[in-house]
C-alpha cells in the first residue's frame, strides 16, 4: 500500500501497510478506497497532473461508496466485515481531504459553497456516517487483525480538570460565552458543555497518545493523534451539529478551537491545510465583533507547518 497514511511503529506499520491491502486483494470497493486516497496523494505531490489524479479519486471514491453500500446488505461473516470496516476507516481520512487545499482550488468555486464545504456540510455527516457501519462490523473487527483500530478506552479516561495545559485553558475559556450570557440555563448550554468537554479531551489526546505505548503488547493502532480529530467529530452531540450547520457564533467558535487543534497534525498531507481552512472560514463569518474569542485559533494557524509529535 502506497505510504499515504502515518507509520508509528512495526506493529502498525504492518495493519496499513499489509493487512488492509490483503483484505483489498479480495474487495473491490476497498481497493476503490484505496486507489482513490492514492491518487489524491498523487495529485498532491504532482500538481501539474492535479486535475487528472482528482478526476481518477473521484471516480474510485464513487465506486468505493456505492460498494460500501452494496456490502452492508450482504451476509455478515468476519471477513467480509474487516473489509467493510476498512473502507470506512479509510473514508474518514477522504472526508478530512474534501475540503483541504486540492479542492480549495477548484476553479468556479464561489464563496458560499467553499465556506459550507469547510464548515462541513458534507464531510462531517460522511464521518458521522460511518458511526453505525463500525458498529455493525465490531464484533467481528474486534476479533481479528485490525482490531486495535477499535480501542477508544483511552478517550474515555482522559480528565482535562487534572492536567495544567496553557491550550486547555484557551479552549475553556469558550465556556464564558454561554456561561455568563442568556445562554447560561438553557439546553443549548449543556450542548456546548458537552461538546467542550469532549474538545478538551481531543486535545489532550493529540499531546498525549502517540506515548500510549504497551510494553506488554502490540502498540494500539488507535493511539495516534491523528485519530483525535475523528473521534471528536463523533462523539460530539448531534444538537451540536445541528448548531453548527445554523452557524450560531458559540458553535463557530468551538469549531475555530478545532481547527487551532488539528492545525497541529498540518505535517500529514491529509490533513494540511484543514484546521488553517476552519479558523480562517470561521473568522470571515463572525466578524469583529467576536474577535477577541478569535485571538487564539488564528494565532495558532499563523505559524509554519508545526513539527509532528513524538512518535
Given at each position: 500500500?502506497?505510504?499515504?497514511?502515518?507509520?508509528?511503529?512495526?506493529?502498525?506499520?504492518?495493519?496499513?501497510?499489509?493487512?488492509?491491502?490483503?483484505?483489498?486483494f479480495k474487495d473491490a470497493a476497498l481497493m476503490s478506497r484505496i486507489l482513490s486516497l492514492a491518487a489524491l496523494h498523487r495529485a498532491h505531490l504532482?500538481?501539474?497532473?492535479?486535475?487528472?489524479?482528482?478526476m481518477v479519486a473521484g471516480q474510485h471514491h464513487s465506486q468505493a461508496i456505492s460498494g460500501l453500500m452494496e456490502s452492508l446488505l450482504q451476509d455478515?461473516?468476519?471477513?467480509?466485515?474487516?473489509?467493510?470496516?476498512?473502507?470506512?476507516?479509510?473514508?474518514?481520512?477522504?472526508?478530512?481531504?474534501?475540503?483541504?487545499?486540492?479542492?480549495?482550488?477548484?476553479?468556479?468555486?464561489?464563496?458560499?459553497?467553499?465556506?459550507?464545504?469547510?464548515?462541513?456540510?458534507?464531510?462531517?455527516?460522511?464521518?458521522?456516517?460511518?458511526?453505525?457501519?463500525?458498529?455493525?462490523?465490531?464484533?467481528?473487527?474486534?476479533?481479528?487483525?485490525?482490531?486495535?483500530?477499535?480501542?477508544?478506552?483511552?478517550?474515555?479516561?482522559?480528565?482535562?480538570?487534572?492536567?495544567?495545559?496553557?491550550?486547555?485553558?484557551?479552549?475553556?475559556?469558550?465556556?464564558?460565552?454561554?456561561?455568563?450570557?442568556?445562554?447560561?440555563d438553557s439546553e443549548q448550554a449543556s450542548v456546548y458543555d458537552t461538546t467542550l468537554s469532549a474538545l478538551r479531551q481531543c486535545n489532550m489526546w493529540?499531546?498525549?497518545?502517540?506515548?500510549?505505548?504497551?510494553?506488554?503488547?502490540?502498540?494500539?493502532?488507535?493511539?495516534?493523534?491523528?485519530?483525535?480529530?475523528?473521534?471528536?467529530?463523533?462523539?460530539?452531540?448531534?444538537?451540536?451539529?445541528?448548531?453548527?450547520?445554523?452557524?450560531?457564533?458559540?458553535?463557530?467558535?468551538?469549531?475555530?478551537?478545532?481547527?487551532?487543534?488539528?492545525?497541529?497534525?498540518?505535517?500529514?498531507?491529509?490533513?494540511?491545510?484543514?484546521?488553517?481552512?476552519?479558523?480562517?472560514?470561521?473568522?470571515?463569518?463572525?466578524?469583529?465583533?467576536?474577535?477577541?474569542?478569535?485571538?487564539?485559533?488564528?494565532?495558532?494557524?499563523?505559524?509554519?507547518?508545526?513539527?509532528?509529535?513524538?512518535?
Amino acid at each position: 500500500m502506497i505510504r499515504i497514511l502515518p507509520v508509528q511503529s512495526p506493529s502498525v506499520n504492518y495493519i496499513w501497510q499489509s493487512e488492509f491491502p490483503q483484505f483489498a486483494f479480495k474487495d473491490a470497493a476497498l481497493m476503490s478506497r484505496i486507489l482513490s486516497l492514492a491518487a489524491l496523494h498523487r495529485a498532491h505531490l504532482d500538481p501539474a497532473n492535479r486535475d487528472t489524479a482528482m478526476m481518477v479519486a473521484g471516480q474510485h471514491h464513487s465506486q468505493a461508496i456505492s460498494g460500501l453500500m452494496e456490502s452492508l446488505l450482504q451476509d455478515n461473516e468476519t471477513e467480509h466485515d474487516n473489509c467493510i470496516f476498512a473502507n470506512a476507516v479509510l473514508t474518514s481520512f477522504y472526508a478530512f481531504i474534501s475540503f483541504g487545499p486540492l479542492y480549495n482550488d477548484d476553479a468556479g468555486v464561489n464563496a458560499a459553497a467553499h465556506t459550507s464545504r469547510v464548515l462541513g456540510a458534507s464531510w462531517i455527516p460522511l464521518i458521522r456516517g460511518l458511526g453505525p457501519v463500525l458498529e455493525r462490523t465490531r464484533q467481528q473487527v474486534a476479533l481479528g487483525p485490525l482490531g486495535s483500530l477499535l480501542d477508544v478506552d483511552r478517550w474515555m479516561e482522559l480528565r482535562p480538570d487534572q492536567t495544567d495545559d496553557p491550550d486547555d485553558r484557551h479552549i475553556n475559556r469558550i465556556g464564558d460565552i454561554w456561561r455568563k450570557g442568556d445562554l447560561k440555563d438553557s439546553e443549548q448550554a449543556s450542548v456546548y458543555d458537552t461538546t467542550l468537554s469532549a474538545l478538551r479531551q481531543c486535545n489532550m489526546w493529540l499531546k498525549q497518545s502517540a506515548t500510549w505505548d504497551d510494553d506488554e503488547s502490540s502498540r494500539k493502532a488507535n493511539y495516534l493523534p491523528g485519530s483525535g480529530p475523528f473521534i471528536w467529530i463523533t462523539v460530539a452531540p448531534a444538537a451540536y451539529i445541528e448548531l453548527l450547520s445554523q452557524r450560531q457564533p458559540p458553535a463557530m467558535i468551538i469549531f475555530a478551537h478545532f481547527g487551532a487543534l488539528i492545525h497541529s497534525l498540518d505535517y500529514h498531507w491529509w490533513m494540511e491545510g484543514c484546521g488553517r481552512s476552519i479558523v480562517e472560514v470561521v473568522d470571515q463569518c463572525l466578524g469583529p465583533y467576536w474577535s477577541d474569542w478569535m485571538e487564539w485559533p488564528k494565532e495558532v494557524v499563523s505559524h509554519g507547518t508545526p513539527p509532528s509529535y513524538p512518535e
